[in-house]
């Protein structure tokens, strides 16, 4: 069994309940092994007692790699991109370097890091997990994930981006001869990109939730019972 435990489910906003308090972070444990995604400028709980085994980071903004704003000594691994390591003012000491496309395993888990579109300035990535004959994947951040359909496929378990519900979050900046994109893809575009998947709603996880989307959880759960919103210290086991 597969223990999944969100330390954090708030975006990068002021506003925060006793629900959603700390930035976006998940833990998943198997046999012992901790595994952590991410770990923000606002965090409950400290490295050193958490022990994880290993750290992987989306991308370098404050709320997901504390490294970008404050330099924190660990002997703990961060597994990060190049493009990461190089935004970030202070640099983990033992950081490992991981590339889109590429899998690779830490303890039980096997991971393939895949782009997604967020931020201009910051490149951001999503995390296909595989442990335990499941598939999860994980993007806290982002408007559209490259190769969607590739990405998407045989998944078990969806955990996204909760920064709006139906506000309209993506901008678009025009660079050069090229449109990009950036921001953040509705919940109701994410629960869509699942149904075209064949991910069950039950199975639909919403971390990082924003404004909108805090203001708005119980009208939306009321609506859609089955769909998930992760809450500070929630666990699930699969």
């Given at each position: ?25 998940l833990?998943?444990e198997y ?62 000491e ?82 050069g ?41 119980k ?20």
């Amino acid at each position: 069994m597969i223990n999944l435990k969100f330390l954090g489910t708030k975006g990068e906003i002021e506003e925060f309940t006793k629900k959603h308090k700390y930035h976006s972070s998940l833990l998943l444990e198997y046999r012992k092994f901790k595994l952590l995604i991410d770990y923000g400028e606002t965090h409950k709980q400290d490295l050193k007692k958490m022990k994880p085994n290993a750290l992987l980071i989306t991308h370098a903004h404050p709320d997901h790699y504390i490294w970008t704003i404050k330099n924190l000594t660990t002997d703990i691994p961060v597994y990060l991109t190049k493009e990461t390591l190089e935004y970030g003012k202070f640099k983990p000491e033992n950081f490992h370097i991981i590339k889109p496309g590429k899998k690779f395993k830490i303890g039980p888990f096997k991971i393939l890091p895949y782009k997604v579109l967020h931020s201009i300035k910051c490149p951001t990535i999503g995390f296909k997990i595989y442990v335990n004959k499941k598939i999860i994947i994980y993007n806290p951040d982002l408007v559209d994930i490259v190769n969607k359909n590739k990405i998407l496929k045989n998944v078990d378990y969806y955990i996204g981006d909760g920064s709006s519900i139906k506000a309209n979050l993506v901008r678009r900046k025009i660079i050069g001869k090229k449109i990009k994109f950036f921001g953040h893809a509705r919940i109701i575009t994410q629960i869509n990109w699942c149904k075209k998947a064949g991910i069950k709603n039950s199975q639909i996880i919403f971390t990082h939730l924003g404004k909108e989307t805090i203001e708005k959880e119980k009208i939306f759960k009321s609506q859609h019972p089955e769909i998930i919103f992760a809450y500070d210290g929630m666990k699930i086991n699969i």
